[in-house]
């Protein structure tokens, strides 16, 4: 039986189109069945420093508290998703791990000490990671998204509270209120009341702060202060602290250390971030008096 030849052509074409179409089917459906595969190098050592580089290396968000930062951790190495990468690192330390649905953000925490059950005669399914709610340690933030590396240390940030500032026994000057708390607000630079009608340090009696008698970054809650309107008429060019009542300040925050990086040329000796009270209702009234011993 003879068959023509264009025929042939056409039943080889068609056979191999749906073959084609077969592979192609199959290798969607694989890579679905694998999301967010990544390739992952992460050494054993302090969780404080591996879960930094797992999430560099995952490109996911990942926060766990201070008391996890010395368990040590197993290494990683191969093609994983974040989530088997990282219950791999977990295993065998005694931490469990958890995801928002939401954001994919990643949790790393101990585990929550369950309450002894009282006795009962209903049967209850057992708790699951999944039930149990996350309970961050609080977070001192300040600073920007600026990436940093994994194995970067953490910025001295000092905070000065309310208690901090009634045990200075001021109540009205924000300047000596700082020198009192932190000694690096020295120098010539810290302007106030005593230096303020000095032809080079007129500041029209505000006050100028300067950590390590350098440039220092002032923000109020978290945002920057306008400039003292001094420096129009020959002044100095600063912020004027003396316009924050201290009354009404919650906390400072002290970066004591070189910011430039980050804020720029007028953070080279620190960043001072003042917090003022919110949802503060009624009123305050103080007072203060002296006695001279001279006569």
Do not use: W
Request: proline share 5%; aromatic share 4%; glycine share 8%.
């Amino acid at each position: 039986m003879n068959v023509p030849l264009p025929k042939v052509r056409r039943a080889v074409g068609l056979v191999l189109g749906l073959l084609c179409f077969t592979a192609t089917l199959l290798s969607s459906r694989a890579l679905a069945a694998d999301p967010e595969v990544r390739t992952f190098d992460v050494p054993p050592g302090a969780a404080s420093l591996t879960l930094k580089q797992f999430a560099a290396q995952a490109g996911r968000e990942i926060v766990f508290a201070d008391s996890v930062g010395n368990v040590q951790t197993r290494p990683v190495q191969g093609t994983l998703t974040p989530r088997q990468a990282l219950d791999a690192m977990l295993a065998d330390t005694g931490l469990v791990s958890s995801e928002d649905a939401k954001t994919g953000a990643l949790a790393v925490r101990r585990p929550v000490a369950a309450p002894p059950e009282k006795k009962s005669d209903k049967i209850t399914a057992p708790a699951t990671d999944a039930d149990t709610p996350v309970k961050l340690a609080t977070f001192v933030v300040t600073g920007s998204n600026i990436p940093t590396a994994a194995d970067s240390t953490d910025a001295p940030v000092v905070i000065i509270g309310r208690q901090d500032i009634e045990q200075t026994g001021l109540n009205a000057n924000l300047l000596q209120i700082l020198r009192e708390s932190i000694p690096a607000f020295a120098g010539r630079s810290n302007s106030g009341v005593s230096n303020a009608t000095n032809v080079n340090q007129n500041t029209a009696g505000g006050s100028q702060i300067a950590l390590h008698n350098l440039d220092t970054l002032i923000l109020l809650n978290g945002r920057r202060i306008a400039m003292s309107g001094i420096n129009a008429t020959g002044g100095k060019n600063f912020v004027d602290i003396n316009q924050i009542p201290v009354a009404a300040i919650d906390h400072m925050e002290v970066l004591t250390d070189g910011a430039s990086a980050i804020y720029g040329s007028d953070a080279i000796g620190g960043v001072v971030n003042i917090i003022l009270k919110s949802n503060y209702e009624g009123a305050e009234l103080g007072g203060r008096y002296a006695v001279s011993t001279n006569t």
